[in-house]
C-alpha cells in the first residue's frame, strides 16, 4: 500500500445509483460534501442488473468470461429457469482480490449477490427458512456461523425480509444493512481488509414511481444519510471509501410480452392446470427469460432460431434482437446467454407473463415468488387483488433499467485515487491494482 494510505477498503454497491439521477434532484453537490468525494459518470456493463454488475465488479470481466449473463439463468439440463440463486460457483473467473488473500488479508462480503461459498472470510446474506407446511423463517446466512445473530444484537433488532423486497419493501432496510457494516468495521476481530456491502435503498421506488417522482427524491435523500454514517464509521475504523452504482433508472410506461408472441406461435408450450396455464419448458422450442429492460431467449432447437428471431422482430417496441454476432459484439456469447437477446425500447420493459386472460395466471403470479417465476417480475412491488396478493397489472411500473446508453450512466466516487475509468470494468480493474500495490 502507498505510504500514508489506509490499508482497508469498504466497497458499498448502491443499487440504482445513477449518475444523472444525483444532478436530476440537485443532488450532485451535496452527495459530494457529504461524503467528501467527487461523483462521476461510468458507463455499467450490459445488461445492466444486480447479479452481472457485481459479478463483473469482482471478476474485471464482461459476462462472457464470468457467465452471470442475468439475475437469472436458464439451466439447459434441468429444463429450468432460476432466479436469484446465490452460490458463488456461478460466478467464474478469478476474483481481483486474488493476491490479495493470498498475501494473508481478509476479505468480508455482506448482502452481495452470488455470495454462499466464495473464498471470503466473512459473509452475510438474506437466506430465509422455507418451512414444510407453509410459512418461513426469517434469517440470514453468515460466515463465521453466529455472526448473523451477533450483529443482530449490536444493531438492536433483527433483519427484516418483509421489507427487502414486495410490497411493504422500504428504504429502512438499507439502514440496517449500513448499521451491521459499520458494526463490523469496528470489530478488530472480525473487520476484513476488504469489506463488500450493499445498499438497495433507491431501488424500489424509483422502480414504482420513475426517478423524477418527488418519492424516489425522498429515498435518495435516504441514501445519502445512509452513506453519510457508513463513510463516517470508515474513517473512524481506518478504511478508504469506494461508492459505486450498478444500474441507472429510466422511465417506462409500457410493458412488452416476449412470451405472448412465443406462444402464440406455437413455439412456448403449456400446460392446462385447473384453467391455469404453466409453461411447459420440457418441450417448448423457445421461450424468453426477461430481465427489466432485457431478456434471453432459450431456442432449443438450432433449426427454430431463425423462427423466434422473425416472430420477436415484428413485436412492437423491441429496439433490438441481438442473435450470435449482435451477442459478441455485446459481449454475451456465452454457455448461460440465451440463442437471442431481446433488448426494449427506451420508455419499455419486458414483462414474463404468457397468458392473456387473468385467470390464466399460474398461481404463483399472485404472489411474492421470486424463485419460481421465469422472468423478473417488479409488479411483485405493489399489492393486488384479492387482499395479500401481489398486483399483476404491468401499467403500474413506471422505472426500469438494463440498457447502457448515453445519459444512463452510474456514479462511482472514492476516497482513493482510481483514475477516470470509463466503464465498471475498469473501475473493478482499477481497484484490484490498488489492493495489489
Given at each position: ?318 429496439a433490438r434482437v441481438l ?56 409488479c411483485e412491488l405493489y ?17 426500469s433499467h438494463g440498457r ?34
Open positions: 500500500m502507498l505510504e500514508g494510505m489506509a490499508e482497508k477498503l469498504l466497497v458499498i454497491q448502491v443499487a440504482a445509483l445513477g449518475h444523472g439521477l444525483l444532478k436530476q434532484h440537485n443532488r450532485l453537490q451535496e452527495a459530494q460534501n457529504r461524503l467528501d468525494m467527487d461523483f462521476c459518470p461510468a458507463e455499467s456493463v450490459f445488461p445492466a442488473v444486480t447479479c452481472t454488475a457485481q459479478a463483473t465488479f469482482r471478476t474485471a470481466a464482461a459476462p462472457d468470461v464470468h457467465g452471470m449473463v442475468a439475475n437469472g439463468l436458464y439451466l439447459r439440463d434441468l429444463h429450468k429457469p432460476m432466479f436469484w440463486e446465490q452460490s458463488a460457483d456461478l460466478v467464474s473467473g478469478q476474483r481481483i482480490w486474488g493476491r490479495f488473500r493470498e498475501a494473508g488479508r481478509t476479505v468480508g462480503m455482506l448482502f452481495w449477490q452470488q455470495s454462499l461459498g466464495e473464498d471470503v472470510d466473512v459473509v452475510l446474506s438474506p437466506a430465509p427458512i422455507h418451512k414444510h407446511h407453509g410459512g418461513m423463517i426469517m434469517d440470514c446466512y453468515s460466515r463465521p456461523a453466529g455472526l448473523y445473530g451477533r450483529l443482530c444484537e449490536r444493531v438492536g433488532r433483527k433483519f427484516d425480509l418483509m421489507h427487502y423486497w414486495g410490497p411493504l419493501a422500504k428504504a429502512k432496510v438499507g439502514r440496517w444493512i449500513a448499521d451491521a457494516a459499520a458494526e463490523v468495521m469496528r470489530d478488530a476481530d472480525l473487520a476484513p481488509d476488504l469489506l463488500l456491502t450493499y445498499l438497495p435503498t433507491l431501488d424500489y421506488d424509483l422502480q414504482r414511481y420513475g426517478p423524477a417522482h418527488a418519492k424516489s427524491d425522498a429515498a435518495l435523500s435516504e441514501l445519502l444519510s445512509q452513506l453519510s454514517g457508513l463513510a463516517e464509521a470508515a474513517r473512524k475504523a481506518g478504511y478508504d471509501l469506494l461508492v459505486w452504482g450498478d444500474y441507472a433508472i429510466g422511465v417506462c410506461s409500457e410493458a412488452v410480452f416476449p412470451n405472448r408472441a412465443l406462444a402464440a406461435a406455437g413455439l412456448l408450450e403449456t400446460r392446462d392446470i385447473r384453467g391455469m396455464l404453466y409453461p411447459d419448458f420440457h418441450t417448448s422450442r423457445a421461450f424468453a427469460v426477461v430481465d427489466h429492460e432485457v431478456a434471453h431467449v432459450y431456442v432449443r432447437r438450432p433449426e427454430d432460431v431463425a423462427e423466434a428471431q422473425a416472430i420477436l422482430q415484428e413485436l412492437p417496441h423491441l442473435d450470435n454476432e449482435g451477442k459478441r459484439a455485446s459481449a454475451l456469447d456465452h454457455p448461460n446467454a440465451g440463442e437471442l437477446v431481446l433488448l426494449a425500447e427506451q420508455g419499455r420493459w419486458l414483462a414474463y407473463p404468457w397468458w392473456e386472460g387473468k385467470r390464466q395466471a399460474p398461481d404463483y403470479a399472485r404472489h411474492i415468488d421470486i424463485h419460481n417465476k421465469p422472468g423478473y417480475d417488479p399489492f393486488g387483488w384479492p387482499p395479500m396478493s401481489v398486483s399483476q397489472d404491468a401499467a403500474k411500473i413506471r422505472g447502457t446508453m448515453p445519459g444512463r450512466e452510474i456514479a462511482w466516487a472514492s476516497t482513493l485515487d482510481l483514475g477516470k475509468p470509463a466503464n465498471l470494468v475498469e473501475l473493478a480493474n482499477a481497484v484490484r491494482e490498488w489492493l495489489n500495490s
